[in-house]
């Protein structure tokens, strides 16, 4: 059995542009201006950004109700403020994540040009003598 694999989008958007009369730096530059967009979206998406938010923001809401815990309600856990501990728990471990993304944000992705699309060649032009 042999399974045959669709083109990627990167190869199909550069050979859409081969086809429209680009050069190949054009393509390139068309290939390194995506790249960079989907690694902005990454670090949109990060999952520490979303995690440490989600835990700072219940945190928040279970440190409230802890801290406006009747002497019964705390009685019931054995003379714990357990919704305060827990609470406070949360908003530490939000915020370590949030401290985690500032401190090691995730790596931008090093585009690497060839000469030619540095040179800024315009389109149409493919270096091609004949």
């Given at each position: 059995?042999?399974?045959?694999?669709?083109?990627?989008?990167?190869?199909?958007?550069?050979?859409?542009?081969?086809?429209?009369?680009?050069?190949?730096?054009?393509?390139?530059?068309?290939?390194?201006?995506?790249?960079?967009?989907?690694?902005?979206?990454?670090?949109?998406f990060?999952?520490?950004?979303?995690?440490?938010?989600?835990?700072?923001?219940?945190?928040?809401?279970?440190?409230?109700?802890?801290?406006?815990?009747?002497?019964?309600?705390?009685?019931?856990?054995?003379?714990?403020?357990?919704?305060?501990?827990?609470?406070?728990?949360m908003?530490?471990?939000?915020?370590?994540?949030?401290?985690?993304?500032?401190?090691?944000?995730?790596?931008?992705?090093?585009?690497?040009?060839?000469?030619?699309?540095?040179?800024?060649?315009?389109?149409?032009?493919?270096?091609?003598?004949?």
């Amino acid at each position: 059995m042999s399974e045959q694999f669709e083109p990627s989008e990167r190869d199909q958007a550069a050979e859409r542009l081969r086809r429209a009369g680009y050069s190949e730096a054009d393509v390139q530059r068309e290939v390194t201006e995506l790249e960079e967009k989907s690694a902005t979206a990454a670090r949109i998406f990060d999952l520490r950004r979303i995690i440490g938010g989600l835990f700072v923001v219940y945190g928040v809401i279970v440190t409230i109700a802890g801290i406006t815990d009747s002497d019964a309600e705390i009685d019931k856990a054995q003379g714990i403020n357990i919704n305060l501990w827990t609470g406070l728990g949360m908003l530490a471990l939000g915020l370590f994540f949030l401290a985690w993304l500032k401190l090691r944000p995730a790596a931008p992705v090093a585009p690497t040009l060839p000469p030619e699309a540095v040179e800024g060649k315009g389109r149409g032009e493919s270096g091609v003598k004949g």
